[in-house]
């Protein structure tokens, strides 16, 4: 079974600049997650999809950052204008059941 | 916003040797949840516990849910290097997931 995928692996941008991460999940899983998380600490919950529709986003800022998942598939984050702050790894994880999650590799954004 | 509490962060210890990592949260929950994390890398599942008083192992971990405490334990027993990693508990609380900071362990020979 092939795990998530995730790309970009690696992405370097200047501070206001767009940049968007793209994720598929494991084949057959309905639930999807995308987390943020910076140098040493705890991946923070972004926004969780359940098929196309969004159950929980109230950690997603909102004013720069959005995610969609058409089709129920793959999923899109996208970070418009970016901050320095943003400089984290960006995790998607999918799942069958809330139970077990599977992470994907992740991307790597360094904003300038 | 629930909090998630792990300690020690960052742990040292001689191979063959046991210790506990625990993880505090601040309010009810009905998942808890432990990771594992190494360098430069993505989050493995390890555990998850259901319902008060569970307890599961596999291999020199076991993690063990405390409910009514609120307190979750990861105990490794006879460390070896190949657990040298970051472990990370994570409590679900309604649709939200909430992560500790992580415990950075390292297993000297």
């Known amino acids: 079974?092939?795990?998530?995928?995730?790309?970009?692996?690696?992405?370097?941008?200047?501070?206001?600049?767009?940049?968007?991460?793209?994720?598929?999940?494991?084949?057959?899983?309905?639930?999807?997650?995308?987390?943020?998380?910076?140098?040493?600490?705890?991946?923070?919950?972004?926004?969780?999809?359940?098929?196309?529709?969004?159950?929980?986003?109230?950690?997603l800022p909102k004013d720069r950052f959005s995610a969609e998942r058409l089709k129920g598939v793959d999923s899109t984050l996208k970070i418009q204008p970016a901050k320095l702050e943003d400089s984290a790894v960006y995790l998607c994880a999918s799942s069958r059941a809330p139970e077990t999650q599977y992470f994907g590799p992740g991307t790597r954004l360094l904003v300038l | 916003e629930l909090k998630v509490e792990q300690n020690p962060l960052f742990l040292s210890m001689q191979e063959g040797k046991n210790y506990t990592i625990y993880c505090n949260y601040?309010?009810?929950?009905?998942?808890?949840?432990?990771?594992?994390?190494d360098p430069g890398k993505s989050l493995e599942s390890l555990f998850v516990l259901l319902s008060n008083g569970a307890v599961k192992q596999e291999g020199r971990l076991m993690a063990s849910l405390d409910t009514k405490a609120r307190l979750s334990t990861l105990h490794i027993t006879a460390a070896v290097h190949d657990l040298s990693a970051t472990y990370f508990c994570a409590v679900r609380a309604g649709n939200q997931f909430y992560f500790g900071t992580g415990t950075s362990l390292t297993v000297i020979p």
Do not use: M
Request: some cysteine; overall charge positive; proline content about 4%.
């Open chain 1, 1 to 59: 079974e092939a795990g998530v995928a995730q790309s970009p692996r690696y992405k370097i941008i200047e501070k206001r600049q767009s940049v968007a991460f793209w994720c598929n999940p494991i084949s057959g899983h309905a639930t999807l997650y995308w987390y943020q998380q910076i140098l040493g600490q705890g991946p923070k919950l972004l926004i969780q999809f359940q098929n196309n529709g969004v159950v929980d986003d109230s950690q």
């Open chain 2, 26 to 37: 601040s309010t009810t929950s009905d998942r808890l949840y432990w990771y594992r994390q």
